[in-house]
Structure formats: C-alpha cells, structure tokens
T-cell receptor
Framework: NAGVTQTPKFQVLKTGQSMTLQCAQDMNHEYMSWYRQDPGMGLRLIHYSVGAGITDQGEVPNGYNVSRSTTEDFPLRLLSAAPSQTSVYFCASSPGTGPLTYEQYFGPGTRLTVT | DAKTTQPPSMDCAEGRAANLPCNHS???????VYWYRQIHSQGPQYIIH???NNETNEMASLIITEDRKSSTLILPHATLRDTAVYYC???????????FGTGTRLQVFP
C-alpha cells in the first residue's frame, strides 16, 4: 500500500490564483481530513469527511472547499489564494469514525507559498 | 479552551527514558487519550492510545492515572530519532474531529 499520497509536494501561487491540492489513500479508509500547519505552529483542522459524499468543516474552513466523490480521494480547493494561506497542508485518513478517527495516517504534506 | 496541557519543551539524554506528561483534568469516562508525534517537517505519526488501563506497544508505553486526569507517555530508551513534537489529544466530543494542541517539543541529546 502507498498509504496517503499528496500532490504536489511544493507549489507557489500568486494572490488570487486557484488550485487544488490532491489527496488519495489506498487503504479503503472511510474518514479523511485536511490540516494546515503554519511555520512554528500546531496543526489546525480545515475540513473532514466521514465517508463518500459527506464533508464537514473543521476549525479553519474559510477560503477552502472540499468534496468527496470517492472513498479514495479528498481534494482541497483554494478558490482565490491569499498570502495568509501560505502553509504546509497535510491530508490524513483513518479506518472509521468515533475513537477510530483518532488513529490517523498522515500524508507527507504539500508546501504552499502564496505571493 | 485548552483540552490538554503539556510542557512546551523537554530534554532527554540518548538511551534514557523520556517521560512526557499530559494533564487532562476535565476528561470524562468514555474519553480516550491519544498520543501522536511529528518529526520535523513530516506528517504526524500515531503512537498509542488508552482509556483507563496502561498500554504498551513497540513504540511507547502510556500510563494513565487512576483518576484519569493526567497521563504520561514513556519512550523507554530514547534515541536521537525520537526528537520531535509530541501531542497529547483527548477524544472529548463525539464530533469526529481530531484537534491538535501545541504539544511538547522533545529534544534528545547525545
């Protein structure tokens, strides 16, 4: 298994541009989530999904959209990038919900810079 | 409000046990304690979790006090590769949200 994969690894955007960060997992996990981590800070939950067709907001959802059309994929869309969205973005998945949510597998991250 | 309280940083000599404390004074009966770590610039890694009893796996041991208001993660023989930020997380609400705090930065020195 490849686990959780994220593309791209690095990205530079100009203010106002849009892009999609890709996340895929091959473990047939129901639960997927997106976090951002600003330099020197902890992780903050952006959006999460408990299964295909179901998404919900986390701590910092503004400026980001998600959808979950398949179990495997959970893309994160930035509609109009802002410098405040410069961060490292991590995708994660876990086998289920409730306490199983907390045994999450994280991807390697996407480092995004918005100029 | 902070759900858990951890010291911001700790040091440990290589080969010695690293004992990382966590306070979770408002924990209730069915809430689990989870530990993750994040090695520099990598995604977080699940370590261990527990409810009431002490737990051990190949990475670490988790000691939870009888009143469950605090816990300690023990790395029995710390190595330089254990240098990381360690996060203690309590599964407070059944909201399916894994919320990280600020963690403890553990520095293992030779």
């Amino acid at each position: 298994n490849a686990g959780v994969t994220q593309t791209p690894k690095f990205q530079v955007l100009k203010t106002g541009q849009s892009m999609t960060l890709q996340c895929a997992q091959d473990m047939n996990h129901e639960y997927m989530s997106w976090y951002r981590q600003d330099p020197g800070m902890g992780l903050r939950l952006i959006h999460y999904s408990v299964g295909a067709g179901i998404t919900d907001q986390g701590e910092v959802p503004n400026g980001y959209n998600v959808s979950r059309s398949t179990t495997e994929d959970f893309p994160l869309r930035l509609l109009s990038a802002a410098p405040s969205q410069t961060s490292v973005y991590f995708c994660a998945s876990s086998p289920g919900t409730g306490p199983l949510t907390y045994e999450q597998y994280f991807g390697p991250g996407t480092r995004l810079t918005v100029t | 409000d902070a759900k858990t309280t951890q010291p911001p940083s700790m040091d440990c000599a290589e080969g010695r046990a690293a004992n990382l404390p966590c306070n979770h004074s408002t924990i209730s009966g069915n809430e689990y304690v989870y530990w993750y770590r994040q090695i520099h610039s990598q995604g977080p890694q699940y370590i261990i979790h527990g409810l009431k009893n002490n737990e051990t796996n190949e990475m670490a041991s988790l000691i939870i006090t009888e009143d469950r208001k605090s816990s300690t993660l023990i790395l029995p023989h710390a190595t330089l590769r254990d240098t990381a930020v360690y996060y203690c997380i309590v599964f407070y609400d059944n909201t399916d949200k894994l919320i990280f705090g600020t963690g403890t930065r553990l520095q293992v020195f030779p």
